[in-house]
């Protein structure tokens, strides 16, 4: 999850003298090219942008560890020229399996940067105020890695905090197919 954050200040004698209006981006850029439709002489100066950019993502803690049950059977079956005996599956113990499970931990990235632009920076770029900061907040993040303020959310994902889910085709329903199929063949053969 990524948020910018952006505030444009224009900080002109004119634009305080008309009261300090609030201007969208789009306002401020036709206030660049026209500035007596918003009761000025000039176009505005000393603009300032100031970006903010809060990113949460996952990064790997210590794994720990977790127990995986396991199976094994053994079927048998006797057959003749006269007779066959049924499939019968024997289950078997083995230990269960040891594996390690991923754990993460979610921090948030904030980058912060006030930069000093122009008119003609502001017309020139294509684009609205979340491209312009976006393109600001890469480059610093790009520039600078550890300009990055990076906090701990507290939040923490544990991969093997589910149960292990079992699909459809279930170890007891393998064991039914394979009898089938196998009284199945044994009847071909007879």
């Not at 113990?93 to 003609?120: D, G, I, M, W, Y």
């Not at 993040?141 to 991969?159: A, E, F």
């Amino acid at each position: 999850m990524k948020y910018v954050l952006i505030a444009l200040v224009a900080t002109v004698s004119s634009m305080a003298h008309a009261g300090g209006s609030h201007l969208s981006f789009a306002e401020i850029k036709q206030a660049c090219t026209d500035p007596a439709r918003f009761q000025n002489q000039v176009a505005p100066q000393n603009l300032q942008v100031a970006c903010e950019e809060r990113a949460t993502k996952w990064i790997p803690v210590a794994s720990s560890g977790v127990e995986l049950p396991v199976s094994r059977e053994i079927t048998s079956s006797l057959s003749s020229d006269k007779y066959t005996v049924a499939p019968t599956v024997h289950p078997m113990h083995v230990e269960s399996q040891q594996a390690s499970c991923p754990r993460f931990k979610e921090v948030l990235e904030v980058v912060n940067f006030t930069k000093a632009t122009s008119c003609e920076e502001l017309l020139a770029f294509d684009g609205d105020e979340k491209d312009f900061c976006e393109d600001i907040v890469t480059k610093v993040r790009n520039s600078n890695p550890k300009g990055v303020d990076v906090s701990d959310t507290g939040n923490t994902k544990d991969l093997c905090d589910a149960p292990v889910e079992r699909s459809q085709r279930d170890q007891r329903g393998q064991r039914d197919q394979r009898g089938q199929r196998d009284q199945r063949d044994q009847r071909d053969w007879q």
